[in-house]
Every structure is written in C-alpha cells, then in structure tokens.
C-alpha cells in the first residue's frame, strides 16, 4: 500500500489535523484536572472548610463547561476536516474513472464500479483512502493520475 499516496490527501489539511491534535491534548489535560479539583473539593468539604469548597465547586463546573466546549470543538472540527478529505477523495476517483478507455468499463460489471463509487469512500478516511489506493494500484491496470 502506498501511505505517501493516502496522506497526500490529508497534506492540504494539515494545519488543522494539528489543531484537532492539540485540542485532543487540551481535553485530556483539563480532563485528568477534573478528578484532582474534585479531590480538592472534597478535601475542603471533609476538614469543613465550606467557604473554599464553594470556589473549588465553581471551578469543577467551569472545568466541565470548557471540556464540553474543547470536546465539541474537536468534532467539529475534526467532521468537517473529514469530510473535505473524502470530498477529494472522491473526486479523484470520479476523474480517475473518468480518464480509464472504454474497454475497462465492459470488461467490469456494473455494480462494482458503483460500489465503488458509493460504499468504498465511506465516512472513515484512513481506511477510505487505503481502500481507493488499493483500487488505484492493483484493479487498474492503467497508472493513476496525480
């Protein structure tokens, strides 16, 4: 399999799968910072020390509040990258089917070529491209575009 080709596709969106990996880190970080506020928290509540608690109890709701934001970020973000991805996915598949001679499509049944179309690019890029290069490289007997 040939990973240069798959993460060619990746390549124009990689300013944005770094900032996907960097809100990962920051949800897990504010996530392991969860359970030691609420260890602070409880700390407080056991030595009876109510005043301080009240802070901390803010604090793990804020702490909560920005961990649903960086989560919801992410898959956002992280969605909508994808979908790019398969977008051009898809479209040099569509321009690779495109340039093949006539005689290719009549040696083939017809709904391989649309499985291929319509289920083989499915939502998970990794195995979407490895799955189209695998097409590309060993069904095709004709080179593939770049």
Same mark, same amino acid.
């Given at each position: 399999?040939? /990973?240069?080709?798959? %993460?060619?596709?990746?390549?124009?969106?990689? !300013?944005? +799968?770094? =900032?996907? $990996? &960097? *809100?990962? @880190?920051?949800?897990?970080?504010?996530?392991?910072?969860?359970?030691?506020?609420?260890?602070? /928290?409880?700390?407080? %509540?056991?030595?009876?020390?109510?005043?301080? !608690?009240? +802070?901390? =109890?803010? $604090? &793990? *709701?804020? @702490?909560?509040?920005?961990?649903?934001?960086?989560?919801?970020?992410?898959?956002?973000?992280?969605?909508?990258?994808?979908?790019?991805?398969?977008?051009?996915?898809?479209?040099? +598949?569509?321009?690779?089917?495109?340039?093949?001679?006539?005689?290719?499509?009549?040696?083939?049944?017809?709904?391989?070529?649309?499985?291929?179309?319509?289920?083989?690019?499915?939502?998970?890029?990794?195995?979407?491209?490895?799955?189209?290069?695998?097409?590309?490289?060993?069904?095709?007997?004709?080179?593939?575009?770049?």
């Amino acid at each position: 399999m040939d /990973f240069r080709l798959i %993460l060619g596709f990746a390549r124009p969106w990689r !300013g944005t +799968l770094a =900032l996907c $990996a &960097l *809100l990962m @880190l920051a949800e897990t970080g504010v996530a392991l910072a969860v359970p030691w506020l609420a260890g602070q /928290f409880a700390g407080q %509540l056991l030595t009876g020390l109510a005043q301080a !608690g009240g +802070l901390l =109890l803010v $604090a &793990l *709701l804020v @702490l909560f509040g920005v961990q649903a934001l960086l989560k919801f970020a992410n898959s956002w973000l992280l969605g909508r990258t994808a979908e790019y991805i398969l977008a051009d996915l898809r479209t040099r +598949l569509y321009d690779h089917l495109q340039a093949l001679p006539l005689a290719y499509f009549q040696q083939r049944r017809h709904g391989e070529i649309l499985a291929l179309l319509t289920n083989d690019v499915a939502p998970w890029p990794a195995t979407s491209a490895a799955r189209c290069s695998a097409w590309f490289h060993w069904r095709s007997p004709w080179p593939v575009p770049r």
